[in-house]
């Protein structure tokens, strides 16, 4: 067990979309992860509507992996599962919840450094900043943290990365601020904790090409998902200044 107190609870969660390429080799490596951390820690991937095995394979290994819950559930989205994902840990009383994506473009053996600094800060998340997932990416990434910036006068290094480790009481507090089945939940969450200056730990991390499968957003849908992130900052912005009356 790994620098862990007795009754500290890890909770792992992860959304997964048509992930039958990696969803085994994912599940197993961050099982063991999980599985450090006693009894009561838990993986918890939640099947979003998957149109592939997915959710077939997910039952199966949860039956020879102590620690994994699968979860299925309606196509919402990356960004309202997440949400989903956070409530869930929450309620089921997990004192750190992590965060991490089901593509395999992850490492497990990153996350230690992480937990070892769990009680100095609110968060602890990652940063890719050296994506090997191809210039689109790349790209998408600078253009987000220039558009937070201009909008919410904050640097955030990476808003959106897929690799956070954050302390209950801090999704306590900042949680309910996201709107129910929003796109962008982990850049919210980044700009909330920062706009309240928050003591966030940004950590550069490996992000591998993705493993295997298709990635299911495409240029296509980042441009709308993009233009439709730019009207809600500027909502969330309104209620952030009314918020601080």
Request: hydrophobic fraction near 40%.
């Amino acid at each position: 067990m790994q620098d862990r107190d007795k009754n500290e609870s890890l909770y792992i969660v992860m959304p997964a979309y048509n992930e039958e390429a990696n969803i085994e080799t994912v599940a197993n490596e961050w099982h063991e992860v999980a599985v450090q951390f006693g009894t009561d820690s838990r993986l918890v991937i939640f099947n979003d509507g998957s149109r592939d095995n997915t959710w077939a394979k997910l039952i199966e290994l949860e039956k020879v992996l102590p620690n994994l819950i699968a979860v299925n559930k309606e196509n919402s989205g990356h960004g309202a599962t997440l949400r989903i994902a956070y409530e869930y840990a929450l309620k089921e009383g997990a004192d750190y919840i992590f965060q991490t994506d089901s593509d395999g473009q992850t490492l497990p053996g990153e996350f230690l450094s992480f937990w070892h600094q769990r009680n100095n800060f609110v968060a602890v998340i990652g940063h890719r900043n050296h994506r090997q997932d191809g210039f689109s990416r790349k790209f998408v990434t600078k253009v987000l943290k220039w558009v937070v910036f201009l909008i919410f006068r904050v640097r955030i290094p990476d808003a959106n990365t897929p690799f956070r480790l954050m302390q209950r009481a801090t999704l306590e507090r900042y949680l309910p601020r996201v709107p129910e089945g929003y796109n962008l939940t982990n850049v919210l969450l980044s700009v909330l904790m920062a706009d309240a200056a928050e003591n966030v730990l940004y950590v550069p991390i490996t992000f591998r090409p993705r493993q295997g499968g298709k990635n299911s957003i495409n240029m296509k849908r980042i441009f709308k998902i993009g233009l439709q992130a730019l009207r809600d900052f500027r909502v969330i912005k309104k209620e952030m200044k009314q918020g601080k009356r």
